[in-house]
């Protein structure tokens, strides 16, 4: 059982790349999010879906875009890179109404 | 928008020490959780409180919601350099049977010397 696979675990982008950063869970779960996490900030979260079809903005969802076409996939875009995304990304997953979300390893994104 | 308040902010102990970690909701908690992150690693699960008073335990990590549900602490006995990591806590500030939003305290930064 994978569980929750983040793709790539390192990236470095220069200023205005674009890029999707993938995430994928095997366990069915309809809810998903992504966070970014920044030193002495904690996580925050980007953006999250109750299910295929249906996503809504977190707390920082400024210069992402995200989709939910399937269940399992929950990718997050980014149209034009700047510095200041620098930072650590993660994705989770988890039942509704469950105690337990599940995260991915993450993904260390530089913008240069 | 609900903001989650955790202190100390980082915390370096040695190994065998008692801790304790909190976490200050500024709005009524419908669920709280408390995660543990290895440093470089995603998070792991440890426990979720919702009822006020409720007390849970894992191991020897032992966490409490006050009665007014916007406080929780975090309690280590014993600490090992295994307990080593970063803790946050996460809060879900719908009511049961809503969709979870979790957001996320800025985190504690334990340390525990041999």
């Known amino acids: 059982n994978a569980g929750v696979t983040q793709t790539p675990k390192f990236q470095v982008l220069k200023t205005g790349q674009s890029m999707t950063l993938q995430c994928a869970q095997d366990m069915n779960h309809e809810y998903m999010s992504w966070y970014r996490q920044d030193p002495g900030m904690g996580l925050r979260l980007i953006h999250y879906?109750?299910?295929?079809?249906?996503?809504d903005q977190g707390e920082v969802p400024n210069g992402y875009n995200v989709s939910r076409s399937t269940t399992e996939d929950f990718p997050l875009r980014l149209l034009s890179a700047a510095p200041s995304q620098t930072s650590v990304y993660f994705c989770a997953s988890m039942q509704r109404g469950a105690a337990e979300a599940f995260f991915g390893q993450g993904t260390r994104l530089t913008v240069v | 928008s609900q903001e989650l308040e955790q202190s100390p902010q980082s915390l370096i102990v040695q190994e065998g020490k008692n801790l304790t970690i909190n976490c200050t909701s500024s709005k009524t908690l419908y669920g709280l959780y408390w995660y543990k992150q290895k440093y470089g690693e995603g998070l792991i699960f440890l426990m979720m409180?919702?009822?006020?008073?409720e007390e849970k335990s894992h191991e020897k990590i032992t966490a409490k919601l006050d009665e007014k549900k916007q406080q929780s602490s975090l309690h280590i006995t014993a600490s090992q350099p295994s307990h080593a990591g970063i803790y946050l806590c996460?809060?879900?500030?719908?009511?049961?049977?809503?969709?979870?939003?979790?957001?996320f305290g800025a985190g504690t930064r334990l340390a525990v010397h041999p």
């Open positions: 409180l919702q009822k006020g008073g």
């Open positions: 996460g809060a879900d500030s719908r009511r049961s049977g809503g969709y979870n939003k979790l957001i």
């Open positions: 879906s109750v299910g295929a079809g249906i996503t």
